[in-house]
């Protein structure tokens, strides 16, 4: 029978509830895990991320996985599909990709998600939309060298959210906020005027040692976020 990462999850919290595990003991690999559990990788990736978010293990990188001393209550904020966030509003979606174009990475890139010199990237503009509305500025940059694939894949019909989520997990991400005034190019792509506030966010995620994708969102005046503990 097929494990499940719900059933792993439960395994890992039982261990750390009956003491198996205690506070700060270093947590087994997940290559060891999935060994032990007789299952993919993926399936213990996402187990210990739950695990993560729930406050119960904490996760750094080449330090390894350890069970917290206290276990924390912490926001949880989601990947969405940006599709289903707006259908879930009742709204009509609609996608456009805007520009596509492969680069060596620039200079701060390479910096924030520590790329070699001469790593390639795919750069891409897209568009997401509510009832014809501008929704949401996806600016896009994806590793080649994690991710050759990307250099041939179709994002002119589907954006690249979908298929990074359906491709690749990440093993970590690092997500910024930010308040933003709109320059030209922005206020044309969401119909606001330059100089309107603007809502932010910046996010990087990795697989591994790997850096997957970086990508910002900027949302048009009186976005709003909701988050949950």
């Known amino acids: 029978m097929k494990v499940t990462y719900k059933e792993v999850k439960s395994d890992i919290l039982a261990k750390i509830i009956k003491g198996d595990w205690a506070p700060g003991d270093l947590v ?85 998600l520590r790329l070699p010199d001469d790593g390639m990237v795919l750069h891409l503009i897209c568009m997401h939309y509510a009832d014809g509305i501008p929704y949401e500025h996806e600016d896009r940059w994806i590793n080649l060298t994690a991710l050759p ?35 030209e190019k922005l206020a044309d792509y969401l119909a606001c005027s330059v100089g309107d506030p603007l809502f932010n966010i910046e996010r990087s995620t990795w697989w591994e040692n790997d850096a997957v994708t970086y990508v910002r969102f900027s949302y048009r005046p009186g976005h709003r976020m909701t988050t949950r503990f």
């Open 28 to 112: 087994p690999n997940e290559v060891d895990l999935a060994e032990t559990y007789k299952c993919a990788r993926a399936t213990v990736n996402r187990a210990m991320r739950e695990l993560s978010d729930d406050g119960i293990i904490e996760r750094r990188r080449k330090a390894g996985t350890r069970v917290r001393m206290s276990p924390i209550r912490q926001a949880r904020f989601d990947i969405p599909v940006i599709r289903d966030e707006i259908e879930d509003k009742g709204a009509s979606y609609r996608y456009s990709l805007a520009s596509r174009s492969v680069r060596v990475a620039p200079d701060w890139l390479r910096a924030r």
């Open 149 to 183: 694939k990307a250099e041939t894949a179709n994002f002119a019909e589907n954006g690249p959210s979908e298929w990074l989520i359906s491709t690749i997990p990440f093993s970590e991400a690092e997500i910024n906020f930010s308040a933003g005034l709109a320059d």
